[in-house]
């Protein structure tokens, strides 16, 4: 019996212990992010869904529903690859969850393992208006384990999960360069075992599938079931495009080769950090790769020495998808925030709405929820965040932050 | 004595001043000026000369000399040069792990000017910074206090006194930084225990030096380190001391009040819970805001509310970049992010100027845009606490040093291919991955 641990996805309505409370958000700006903001618009969330939206003028709020007021209104933030929850604000041993050193290849390390609810820094970043997290093992390992997508709330793992694995983290370039015989010492080393590593979840892929067919047909030639091995079944999770590869790169050479890989195995891919894709968009959009961009203020030194603010910018005219990222953080601070991110690239090019695309719409579109989030539309979750003025300006504050219709903060930061 | 090579640097430093003052003055027209000190002038003219700044007011109350070279700002503000109390930009190298004091060390020894967090710092608007060692000492070594003058020496960026000595103060570190294995201390008491020792020893010498003043034959033979410690505790040198948690400040304030040193305290995470403590001793701070607390223990209480909080104390509130820590292409928002958590605009401003100026002994040359001043000083293209704001062009002493319509300025302002690999800062010690201060 094959675990199917890849494809399932957790449809929570509601968080045990909250109620989802009746409310209705009226903003002097309402951007939607499915066509142009509404002035003096309204947001009715019922039973934590989108109920109507549209101008105040035009819907009446329904007797009973709590009514909050914010300056401008936009969907609950979407950070596109994070390891917070999994790495923790102490910065300690017993709180960095995020990268095993003990062997480079850990396809099989899930997040869901490691995740905890009641990080500080989730509430953190949840003061900031984002209510789900891209989150799990961090760069820094040929391939470190996978990732997870979560809301922003919930007392436990899963009620928190909203896609409990939705890629498998690799490394290329400098930082997974860690040498010393178990791990690659060289970028052409680094490539040889993934493509080794690869071949061989491909063999147990076969394998398993002819045991499989062949246990019904009762053929005795079919040999041996291969024993369940959880690194390469999460490998054959992606080789069966189920799971997408998050492949971190910064440098040309790096974004090469992992078009190389998805060329050469018929991956599902996507790019995260790209610090010099805007060499490569002819390439990057001739392989319909999107790419999770590294945090704008990321410092600028090792493989990211040739990083641009303006790279948000010119991905996006050249036609990718292109979502912002609060990334990995070592040190100080501990994590970003991807509000914060994405304002860099507002200013450097994409202007307001074209960032807000970056941590709302492009962002689910990438990470494959955005039937659930990302816009406000009827149907959708009631998620939501409310600021004082222009999200992006360093003087304004969130002052609300609303996850199927509960308010999950509302101190002005 | 302790600076016999004074007077053959001053010769340099003059020297170099020269190259760089504008022989004609200039006139700068129609900008909404503010001084900081002060209030804004909307249309206001700056006429600077040789440097320093000649006049400023409202267009028509300033004569601009016939001869004068005109730049047309109309709808761009013009603000004073931004001050970095505490940067680690030029691949400093403090400090090694021989030993917890350190004070013969001096910064200028090891910068490389050429590095490109230069070419970043005057993209940010930033004229002056205390360029300093790492925090995993006690006392990581002598500061520099330099002026982005575009300069490629280390002698050309370098600010000095009127006697030609190289200005600087001291950097200083306790908590968790500087303890680890013998001989570094692995205690917060026992941190505070070698400082006293070390600063009781240099008053010691300090009292031979001036007891071998009238008997030259008693003077002790010169102890670099010892001259250090004894120049912190005449005042010339400022301590400045890294410190976060609360009770480790009051420690820095304790020291100080001993030995009668002067300090700025540096990061201050947990300030805003003793500021009234800070205040009253008079001490100020150069703070820092980052994107989220933690990363350390020691920072796991730092929040956007200290600056506001200190400045309603009535404390002297500085920002600084920590450069890499923050951007220093980035240091306008500092004061953004300080003004979100309760700031007065006007503080804010001056977090990024005078007080730093104050805080490193300048206020009488930088920080405020007045007469006599030098001439350092940020063209921007709106409200200098907007993201949106862009850093056209930076001025120091009168001459252009950045210049965001010139393609490599820009590739140095955005980022981009070939802007450049650094040098990475040197910290000893501590922090493995993130090269930590």
New interface residues.
């Given amino acids: 019996m094959m675990p199917r641990i890849f494809t399932c996805i957790l449809l929570l309505a509601v968080i045990p212990g909250a109620v989802s409370a009746q409310v209705a958000v009226r903003g002097g700006k309402v951007y939607t992010m499915t066509g142009p903001a509404v002035e003096d618009g309204i947001v009715i969330v019922r039973d934590g869904k989108i109920a109507a939206i549209g101008r105040a003028a035009d819907i009446a709020v329904p007797e009973g529903f709590k009514v909050l007021e914010a300056a401008v209104v936009t969907p609950g933030l979407i950070d596109a690859r994070s390891v917070v929850g999994l790495a923790g604000y102490f910065n300690h041993e017993h709180d960095q969850d995020q990268l095993e050193r003990s062997i480079p290849i850990q396809p099989e390390l899930r997040a869901i393992d490691s995740y905890n609810t009641r990080e500080p820094l989730i509430e953190w970043v949840r003061g900031y208006g984002v209510t789900v997290l891209h989150t799990g093992h961090a760069p820094g390992e040929l391939i470190s384990g996978q990732t997870m997508i979560v809301k922003t709330t919930g007392n436990t793992v899963d009620d928190a999960a909203l896609v409990p694995t939705a890629g498998i983290s690799v490394t290329l370039g400098p930082s997974s360069l860690r040498g010393g015989g178990q791990s690659p010492g060289t970028r052409g080393k680094q490539i040889s075992m993934l493509r080794a590593k690869l071949l061989q979840a491909r063999s147990y892929l076969e394998a398993r599938e002819k045991s499989v067919k062949k246990e019904g047909e009762k053929d005795e030639k079919a040999g041996e079931e291969p024993p369940v091995d959880l690194a390469l079944e999460a490998l054959a999770s992606a080789l069966r495009k189920e799971v997408p590869l998050l492949i971190t790169a910064h440098r040309a050479q790096d974004i090469a080769s992992a078009l190389r890989l998805k060329r050469e195995f018929d991956l599902r891919i996507i790019l995260d950090g790209g610090a010099e894709a805007y060499l490569l968009t002819d390439e990057l959009k001739k392989a319909d790769v999107p790419v999770i961009i590294h945090p704008a203020m990321a410092r600028y030194n090792g493989a990211l020495q040739n990083a641009s603010f303006n790279t948000p910018a010119r991905l996006k005219k050249a036609g990718l998808k292109v979502a912002m990222q609060s990334g990995y953080e070592s040190y100080v601070p501990k994590t970003r925030v991807v509000l914060f991110e994405a304002a860099i690239a507002a200013a450097n090019g994409l202007g307001l709405e074209g960032a807000l695309e970056l941590i709302t719409t492009s962002a689910a579109d990438i990470l494959g929820i955005s039937d659930r989030v990302g816009s406000l539309a009827v149907g959708k979750d009631g998620d939501l965040a409310l600021f004082d003025g222009d999200p992006f300006e360093y003087t304004t504050h969130c002052v609300g932050t609303i996850i199927e219709g509960r308010v999950v903060s509302d101190t002005p930061r | 004595m302790l600076h016999r090579g004074g007077f053959l640097l001053l010769v340099s430093c003059v020297a170099a001043t020269a190259a760089f003052a504008q022989e004609v003055p200039q006139a700068f027209t129609g900008a909404r000026i503010i001084p900081v000190e002060g209030e804004p002038i909307d249309a206001g003219t700056l006429v600077v000369e040789a440097g320093v700044i000649k006049a400023l007011g409202p267009a028509g109350k300033v004569e601009i000399p016939a001869t004068a070279k005109r730049f047309d700002l109309k709808g761009k503000v013009i603000i004073p040069g931004l001050i970095c109390t505490h940067s680690h930009i030029g691949g400093i190298g403090g400090g090694d792990g021989s030993g917890p004091v350190q004070p013969e060390v001096r910064i200028y020894d090891s910068l490389n000017v050429r590095d490109s967090g230069f070419r970043r710092a005057v993209a940010g608007g930033l004229t002056t910074l205390n360029i300093m060692p790492g925090s995993g000492h006690l006392l990581s070594g002598q500061t520099v206090y330099v002026k982005l003058r575009g300069s490629k020496t280390i002698e050309g960026i370098c600010l000095r006194d009127k006697e030609g000595r190289i200005l600087g103060g001291m950097k200083m570190a306790n908590g968790t930084n500087s303890q680890r294995a013998p001989p570094f201390p692995g205690t917060r008491a026992k941190s505070a225990a070698l400082m006293r020792a070390e600063f009781i020893r240099a008053g010691e010498y300090r009292d031979k030096l001036a007891a071998a003043l009238d008997e030259p034959d008693k003077k002790p033979p010169r102890d670099l380190r010892l001259e250090g410690l004894v120049e912190v505790l005449e005042g010339r040198r400022v301590v400045h001391h890294h410190t976060h948690r609360h009770d480790d400040i009051m420690t820095v304030l304790r020291l100080s009040r001993e030995f009668g040193f002067r300090v700025v305290l540096h990061h201050v995470s947990e300030g805003w819970m003793v500021a009234e403590e800070i205040a009253r001793a008079k001490v100020p701070c150069s703070i820092i805001l ?8 020691e ?2 209480n730092l929040v ?1 509310k200290t600056g506001g909080i200190l400045e309603k104390a009535g404390v002297l509130t500085a920002f600084h970049t920590d450069d ?4 220093s292409r ?1 240091f306008l ?1 500092m004061a ?2 300080g ?2 958590g309760g700031m007065s605009r006007k503080a804010g401003l001056e977090a990024l100027t005078l007080a730093g100026a104050k805080m490193l002994d300048l206020d009488g040359r930088i920080g405020s845009l007045k007469v006599g001043k030098d001439a350092d000083f940020v063209i921007l293209d709106g409200d200098p ?4 704001t ?1 850093v056209l062009e930076t001025w120091v002493e009168g001459r252009k040093v950045f210049d965001r319509s010139n393609p490599e300025d820009l590739l140095h302002a ?9 040098q ?1 800062p040197y910290h000893c010690c501590f ?1 493995d ?5």
């Fill in positions: 980052v994107d989220s607390p933690g990363g350390k223990l920072a796991i956007f890499w820590i923050t951007d980035l928002r953004g992010l003004v979100r606490l907007s993201v949106y862009k955005t980022g981009g291919y070939g802007a450049g690999a650094d990475e922090g991955e993130g090269g930590g201060r």
